[in-house]
């Protein structure tokens, strides 16, 4: 999978979308990952970024996952026990099966035959 920031006339609005676990990654791994991504032109979705104070989260995060060409997943420790995670997961998940699109797992910090548990 070879990714290319999208072109104006793209049906996307983000390149990627970012799932993970604030407490776990926000200041971290997942700053780093963004910075990175923006920096080569990758237009990307993270949610402190992208959603406006006094909006509703979860109608905006579904909209932005369906408006997304790729997903990455940032699995970490606390990653399972969030619900908003787990629904972000789930919609991913379902879209990525609609539309044949990547989802690309990331394991920080976590061994990924503990995800599968």
């Known amino acids: 999978m070879a990714l290319r920031p ?5 049906r996307w609005t983000y390149d990627v979308f970012l799932s993970f676990r604030g407490e776990d990654t926000r200041t971290r791994f997942t700053d780093h990952l963004y910075t990175a991504l923006t920096r080569s032109g990758i237009h990307t979705f993270r ?23 790729f997903w990455i997943i940032v699995f970490s420790r606390n990653y399972a ?16 099966k609609e539309l044949g699109q990547t989802v690309l797992p990331v394991f920080y910090d976590v061994d990924p035959s503990d995800v599968r548990k």
């Open 81 to 96: 026990s969030s619900t908003w995670c787990l629904d972000e997961l789930a919609h991913i998940i379902k879209r990525s």
């Open 47 to 69: 949610d402190e970024d992208e959603l406006k104070i006094g909006v509703e989260i979860g109608p905006e995060l579904l909209k932005a996952i369906e408006n997304s060409r």
């Open 6 to 10: 999208s072109s104006s006339t793209s």
